[in-house]
């Protein structure tokens, strides 16, 4: 019967201690390259692998030493102003969820912002991991789709969201298609039958299109009669005054073509540009938002956006343990599902109930 080879079956014909056999499976830069690529090249050549039972092991013996110090990850935002991630809520959340959870693995959260004058991306890498930060947790990019370069064989890294297409990480953010068949259903459940959409291109690249696929798959089921297309506003942004007039001039004219009985809609401003118009929200019209926060008035879906940070730490931090380094071969994608919140801008009595999560 053959045995298993053990880590220190293959330190031992390297020659070296069994401390430092594990460090180079785990790409430590401790470890000299040469001594690195000889150890690896032994234990492929012995077919060694990791005993699945003593890594769970070992990964709960760090669970159960949460107060040890063994870190510092790295918060990683690339926006044009060092605090322009803060302008965002979710962003936020993110941040305070995974800084939870890291505290309770023993890990440090540290911003590191990769446009401070002078840093190019080789430096960067080299800053990060001459402070010993192994582990980089990638913020929401500025831009729907962007990219960022460093050493990555040297990290474990994840990303928050769609926005960053290259390299392709594991990847983390809130279940958004399910998000709006979860409003779909639930207006529908309350009696709504011409439900709209208006949303932006810029807005519709950064949730990959799971919102309008969401929507027109439910459309699909419905009677031609209760079909509305969806708004696509222009590439612009809402930066100046010109594109809020444009817009709202697009909204209203769509409204007043198709009629909607309630309208789904991200952060656009429809629900200011109706009740101008002297519209009575929810008696004339609800509007819906499938990505929102505790705390708002407004109906929809309450994104779990401090879970996500405190899931993808978690996350993180195993990759950490098991030594997992450089641009994964079959990144993941995890999906967290929000809550459905009434709020004040939805009416009707529901005609079927509902669950507050999608089944």
Same mark, same amino acid.
């Given at each position: 019967?053959?045995?298993?080879?053990?880590?220190?079956?293959?330190?031992?014909?390297?020659?070296?201690?069994?401390?430092?056999?594990?460090?180079?499976?785990?790409?430590?830069?401790?470890?000299?390259?040469?001594?690195?690529?000889?150890?690896?090249?032994?234990?492929?050549?012995?077919?060694?692998?990791?005993?699945?039972?003593?890594?769970?092991?070992?990964?709960?013996?760090?669970?159960?030493?949460?107060?040890?110090?063994?870190?510092?990850?790295?918060?990683?935002?690339?926006?044009?102003?060092?605090?322009?991630?803060?302008?965002?809520?979710?962003?936020?959340?993110?941040?305070?969820?995974?800084?939870?959870?890291?505290?309770?693995?023993?890990?440090?959260?540290?911003?590191?912002?990769?446009?401070?004058?002078?840093?190019?991306?080789?430096?960067?890498?080299?800053?990060?991991?001459?402070?010993?930060?192994?582990?980089?947790?990638?913020?929401?990019?500025?831009?729907?789709?962007?990219?960022?370069?460093?050493?990555?064989?040297?990290?474990?890294?994840?990303?928050?969201?769609?926005?960053?297409?290259?390299?392709?990480?594991?990847?983390?953010?809130?279940?958004?298609? +399910? =998000?709006?068949?979860?409003?779909?259903?639930?207006?529908?459940? %309350? &009696?709504?039958?011409? *439900?709209?959409?208006?949303?932006? !291109?810029?807005?519709?690249?950064?949730?990959?299109?799971?919102?309008?696929?969401?929507?027109?798959?439910?459309?699909?089921?419905?009677?031609?009669?209760?079909?509305?297309?969806?708004?696509?506003?222009?590439?612009?942004?809402?930066?100046?005054?010109?594109?809020?007039?444009?817009?709202?001039?697009?909204?209203?004219?769509?409204?007043?073509?198709?009629?909607?009985?309630?309208?789904?809609?991200?952060?656009?401003?429809?629900?200011?540009?109706?009740?101008?118009?002297?519209?009575?929200?929810?008696?004339?019209?609800?509007?819906?938002?499938?990505?929102?926060?505790?705390?708002?008035?407004?109906?929809?879906?309450?994104?779990?956006?401090?879970?996500?940070? +405190? =899931?993808?730490?978690?996350?993180?931090?195993?990759?950490?343990? %098991? &030594?997992?380094?450089? *641009?994964?071969?079959?990144?993941? !994608?995890?999906?967290?599902?929000?809550?459905?919140?009434?709020?004040?801008?939805?009416?009707?009595?529901?005609?079927?109930?509902?669950?507050?999560?999608?089944?």
């Amino acid at each position: 019967m053959q045995t298993r080879v053990t880590l220190r079956d293959v330190a031992a014909k390297a020659g070296v201690h069994h401390t430092t056999a594990s460090r180079a499976l785990k790409d430590d830069p401790r470890v000299c390259a040469e001594t690195l690529a000889k150890i690896k090249a032994i234990a492929e050549e012995m077919g060694y692998m990791p005993d699945p039972m003593l890594s769970a092991l070992n990964a709960y013996r760090h669970a159960s030493r949460s107060s040890q110090y063994h870190g510092t990850v790295a918060w990683i935002t690339n926006n044009p102003t060092r605090n322009g991630w803060r302008d965002s809520i979710c962003y936020q959340l993110y941040f305070d969820g995974a800084r939870e959870q890291l505290t309770r693995h023993g890990y440090n959260l540290e911003e590191f912002w990769l446009r401070e004058p002078g840093l190019t991306a080789r430096r960067a890498s080299q800053v990060l991991l001459n402070r010993g930060i192994r582990g980089l947790l990638i913020c929401p990019l500025a831009i729907s789709r962007g990219h960022l370069s460093l050493q990555w064989e040297k990290f474990s890294a994840l990303t928050f969201g769609y926005s960053l297409v290259r390299p392709k990480l594991h990847l983390f953010t809130a279940a958004h298609y +399910r =998000a709006i068949t979860a409003c779909m259903r639930e207006l529908r459940a %309350r &009696g709504y039958r011409r *439900i709209g959409m208006v949303t932006s !291109h810029r807005m519709n690249q950064r949730m990959d299109r799971m919102w309008t696929a969401a929507y027109n798959a439910e459309l699909s089921n419905l009677p031609k009669s209760q079909a509305i297309p969806i708004l696509l506003l222009g590439e612009q942004t809402r930066s100046s005054h010109a594109s809020d007039k444009n817009f709202h001039k697009l909204v209203l004219k769509w409204f007043r073509t198709y009629k909607p009985e309630a309208i789904i809609t991200p952060e656009i401003p429809v629900f200011e540009w109706l009740t101008e118009e002297g519209h009575r929200i929810p008696k004339d019209v609800a509007v819906v938002n499938a990505s929102i926060h505790k705390g708002e008035l407004v109906s929809g879906i309450v994104e779990p956006s401090r879970e996500i940070g +405190r =899931a993808a730490a978690d996350f993180l931090v195993s990759m950490l343990q %098991r &030594g997992e380094y450089g *641009i994964p071969s079959t990144p993941q !994608h995890i999906l967290l599902e929000g809550t459905w919140f009434a709020g004040s801008t939805v009416g009707k009595q529901k005609q079927t109930a509902l669950v507050s999560k999608i089944r």
